[in-house]
């Protein structure tokens, strides 16, 4: 390997990127490169490890009493801390045959007292990790200016005129179709007509309306193929100073880009997609719209946004769809009479793929029940069509049991209070994350406030509902390593039932003790926070340990194919030696507030 190769190699890497550029010329002077055969033993309780072992090719398998805890390969590093502290309980074995980079250890000690950054990467807490990584993350990523694509953007739907169309009856059709422009026909030629054109070839000459609209257009359109690339329809738009470009496939005109939606689109271009829903007059318009919720997430998640942040933006685009196709099907005399109601993640404002409707209506007391349904089973039919998979335990307003009056919901939650059957458990657990999308919300207000005032001194209720909780083992070993599954999911583990499931339901139940009103996951811890059932630091850790296990889920969901089964796998071998360290962390938290779980609600005397 070239000098100039093993400096591209060590800046690539985590924490070396860090160091300057004298720094990294040092260390290539200390570093020698080194072979070992499969099998051999580099680090062990009783062989002492003296040099950081940087790996150029080939595989180390890292284990504590013969179970495996982690599988480096090229690019990772080990094991800094058996050079800090001296010791070890792990045993590390080549697996496949290493080429690698070693840095002595005094030059290693050397060099966290040098540089403190390089230090802080492997003394830092847990939140400090986090932080730096995603901030990483955010510097290292291609800029997805450079590879999104025309057809990724939202386009405005082009107007068409034929030349001897009057200026009038023009603008009268432009009106009507909520257009920017105007297309003109005129044999083969194309023309357009923008506000410059009216503004200038009509108010300001005086020219009567009654004359035709090809009088007015300019020729010779500036156009861009479809599947060109934005960062040259930016070009175009700089070239030739418009401010829109007439969007072409195959020759045939599909559609107008605007200078502004282009710019909005890597600001936030989540209000053009709200703008389209708003707009939309039918489901097939709905379906057009929704399209480019999955690209939002995309360019989001590659730009450093955090997924909380994205989740909220994806929950309330998608409780707009909710608000539209609601008044679509329920006719406008009904819709203030009942509330529309969302649940799981959705309710949770925690959505960032689709996933299964959860969903519910609340009738005011004394209307007629019976008129709701027609339409209640319209809007589950329209919702499949947007792409909404049916619930798996029926949780939508087509099934009875999640439509009732205000009366009606209050009689099921007391009955799910006096009864602890599995059933009445879980229908407690999902209302408690539902949150009105339309309709009348104060009649969910008024079914909420009924089910706080109903837990009063019901600890032994809250002590059930916190069990579960506890119902999924961590995935991390007594000595930190990943434990995977079985079957086909031999070299996976489930993150959601592994980690989230029990920050996202413990939360949940202390919410209801407190009663904290907020839906969302983070939003209630900080409130717990705020009411002095947490320290400020473990709070953090919470919502940090929260946010790397739905980013790391994100990404695995992102790299499947569209419909695939098993969304909440992850496979550890694909993840950074810094990810899984975080992973690793998280899960220790997600452990710790098992721990205070048992504590709080005393579930070691539940039965």
Same mark, same amino acid.
């Given at each position: 390997?070239?000098?100039?190769?093993?400096?591209?190699?060590?800046?690539?890497?985590?924490?070396?990127?860090l160091?300057?550029?004298?720094?990294?010329?040092?260390?290539?002077?200390?570093m020698?490169?080194?072979?070992?055969?499969?099998?051999t033993v580099?680090?062990?309780p009783r062989?002492r490890?003296?040099?950081?072992?940087?790996?150029?090719?080939?595989f180390?398998?890292?284990?504590v009493?013969?179970?495996?805890?982690?599988?480096?390969g090229?690019r990772?590093?080990?094991?800094?801390?058996? *050079?800090i502290?001296?010791?070890?309980?792990? %045993?590390?074995?080549?697996?496949?045959d !290493?080429?690698?980079y @070693?840095l002595? /250890?005094?030059?290693?000690?050397n060099?966290?007292?040098d540089?403190?950054?390089?230090?802080?990467?492997?003394?830092?807490?847990f939140?400090?990790?986090?932080?730096?990584?995603?901030?990483r993350?955010?510097?290292n990523?291609?800029t997805?200016?450079?590879v999104?694509?025309?057809?990724e953007?939202?386009?405005?739907?082009?107007?068409?005129v034929?030349?001897?169309t009057?200026?009038y009856?023009?603008?009268?059709?432009?009106?009507?179709?909520?257009?920017?422009?105007i297309?003109?026909?005129e044999?083969t030629?194309?023309?357009i007509?923008?506000?410059?054109?009216?503004?200038e070839r009509v108010l300001l000459?005086?020219?009567s309306t009654h004359?035709?609209?090809?009088?007015?257009?300019?020729?010779?359109?500036?156009?861009?193929?479809r599947?060109?690339? *934005?960062?040259?329809?930016?070009?175009?738009? %700089?070239?030739?100073?418009?401010?829109r !470009?007439?969007?072409? @496939?195959?020759? /045939?005109?599909?559609?107008?880009?605007?200078?502004?939606?282009?710019l909005?689109h890597?600001?936030?271009?989540?209000h053009?997609?709200?703008?389209?829903?708003?707009?939309a007059?039918?489901?097939?318009e709905?379906?057009?719209?929704?399209?480019?919720?999955?690209?939002l997430?995309?360019?989001l998640?590659?730009?450093?946004?955090?997924v909380?942040?994205?989740?909220?933006?994806v929950?309330?685009l998608n409780s707009?769809?909710?608000?539209?196709?609601?008044?679509?099907?329920?006719?406008a005399?009904?819709?203030?009479?009942?509330?529309?109601?969302?649940m799981?993640?959705e309710?949770?404002f925690e959505?960032?793929?689709?996933?299964d409707?959860d969903n519910?209506?609340?009738i005011?007391?004394?209307?007629?029940e019976?008129?709701?349904?027609?339409?209640?089973?319209?809007f589950?039919?329209y919702?499949?069509q947007?792409?909404?998979?049916?619930?798996?335990?029926?949780?939508?307003?087509?099934?009875?049991?999640?439509?009732?009056s205000?009366d009606?919901y209050?009689?099921?939650?007391?009955?799910?209070?006096?009864?602890f059957?599995?059933e009445?458990?879980m229908?407690?657990s999902?209302f408690?994350?539902?949150?009105?999308?339309?309709g009348d919300e104060?009649?969910?207000?008024?079914?909420?406030e009924?089910?706080f005032?109903?837990f009063?001194g019901?600890?032994?209720?809250?002590?059930h509902?916190a069990?579960?909780?506890?119902?999924?083992e961590?995935?991390l070993?007594?000595?930190?390593?990943?434990v995977l599954?079985?079957?086909?999911?031999?070299?996976?583990f489930?993150?959601?039932?592994?980690?989230i499931?029990?920050?996202v339901h413990?939360?949940?139940?202390?919410a209801?003790?407190?009663?904290?009103?907020?839906?969302?996951?983070?939003?209630?811890?900080?409130?717990?926070?705020?009411r002095?059932?947490?320290?400020?630091?473990?709070?953090?850790?919470l919502?940090?340990?929260?946010?790397t296990?739905l980013?790391?889920?994100?990404?695995?969901?992102?790299a499947?194919?569209?419909?695939?089964e098993?969304?909440n796998?992850?496979?550890p071998?694909?993840?950074?030696?810094?990810?899984r360290?975080?992973?690793?962390?998280?899960f220790?938290?997600?452990?710790?507030f098992k721990k205070?779980l048992?504590?709080?609600?005393?579930?070691?005397?539940?039965?």
């Amino acid at each position: 390997m070239s000098l100039f190769d093993q400096k591209a190699l060590l800046t690539s890497i985590h924490p070396f990127d860090l160091l300057t550029e004298r720094m990294i010329e040092k260390l290539m002077t200390q570093m020698d490169i080194a072979y070992y055969p499969k099998e051999t033993v580099l680090i062990a309780p009783r062989v002492r490890g003296e040099s950081l072992y940087i790996i150029i090719k080939g595989f180390v398998n890292e284990t504590v009493d013969g179970e495996l805890q982690n599988v480096y390969g090229e690019r990772d590093s080990f094991d800094a801390n058996s *050079l800090i502290y001296g010791n070890t309980q792990s %045993t590390f074995i080549v697996s496949e045959d !290493l080429i690698c980079y @070693e840095l002595p /250890k005094e030059s290693f000690l050397n060099l966290l007292q040098d540089a403190e950054s390089f230090q802080n990467y492997f003394m830092q807490d847990f939140i400090t990790k986090h932080q730096n990584l995603k901030e990483r993350q955010h510097q290292n990523e291609l800029t997805p200016f450079m590879v999104s694509r025309v057809d990724e953007i939202y386009l405005h739907a082009p107007c068409f005129v034929e030349s001897d169309t009057t200026i009038y009856d023009a603008i009268k059709k432009m009106s009507l179709e909520d257009a920017n422009v105007i297309l003109v026909k005129e044999g083969t030629k194309i023309g357009i007509v923008t506000d410059t054109n009216l503004r200038e070839r009509v108010l300001l000459t005086g020219k009567s309306t009654h004359d035709p609209i090809s009088e007015i257009a300019s020729y010779g359109l500036i156009t861009i193929e479809r599947t060109d690339f *934005l960062f040259n329809a930016l070009l175009l738009f %700089t070239k030739h100073g418009v401010k829109r !470009l007439v969007v072409v @496939e195959e020759e /045939k005109i599909v559609g107008i880009l605007e200078q502004l939606d282009l710019l909005s689109h890597f600001a936030n271009h989540t209000h053009l997609i709200a703008a389209s829903i708003d707009r939309a007059g039918t489901v097939e318009e709905l379906q057009n719209a929704q399209r480019s919720l999955t690209h939002l997430v995309r360019s989001l998640t590659s730009k450093g946004v955090r997924v909380r942040y994205i989740s909220k933006l994806v929950s309330e685009l998608n409780s707009k769809v909710y608000r539209k196709v609601y008044e679509m099907v329920v006719p406008a005399e009904l819709q203030d009479k009942c509330a529309l109601m969302v649940m799981g993640s959705e309710g949770r404002f925690e959505q960032v793929l689709r996933t299964d409707q959860d969903n519910g209506l609340i009738i005011r007391n004394g209307e007629d029940e019976a008129r709701f349904i027609p339409y209640m089973i319209q809007f589950n039919e329209y919702l499949l069509q947007l792409g909404f998979p049916p619930c798996n335990g029926n949780v939508m307003v087509s099934n009875p049991y999640w439509r009732h009056s205000v009366d009606g919901y209050k009689k099921m939650i007391a009955d799910w209070i006096e009864t602890f059957n599995e059933e009445s458990l879980m229908g407690l657990s999902i209302f408690l994350d539902a949150h009105c999308v339309a309709g009348d919300e104060n009649l969910l207000r008024e079914c909420q406030e009924y089910l706080f005032e109903r837990f009063e001194g019901r600890s032994d209720v809250m002590a059930h509902l916190a069990k579960s909780a506890l119902a999924f083992e961590t995935p991390l070993s007594l000595f930190s390593g990943f434990v995977l599954g079985r079957a086909e999911h031999e070299s996976e583990f489930d993150i959601k039932k592994g980690g989230i499931f029990a920050i996202v339901h413990g939360i949940r139940i202390l919410a209801l003790e407190f009663k904290v009103s907020a839906t969302n996951t983070t939003e209630r811890i900080k409130e717990l926070n705020n009411r002095g059932l947490f320290d400020r630091a473990f709070a953090n850790e919470l919502i940090e340990a929260y946010d790397t296990l739905l980013s790391i889920r994100l990404r695995f969901i992102l790299a499947q194919k569209p419909g695939s089964e098993g969304q909440n796998y992850v496979n550890p071998k694909l993840l950074s030696k810094a990810e899984r360290d975080l992973l690793k962390d998280a899960f220790k938290i997600v452990n710790t507030f098992k721990k205070f779980l048992t504590y709080h609600y005393h579930l070691g005397m539940v039965v």
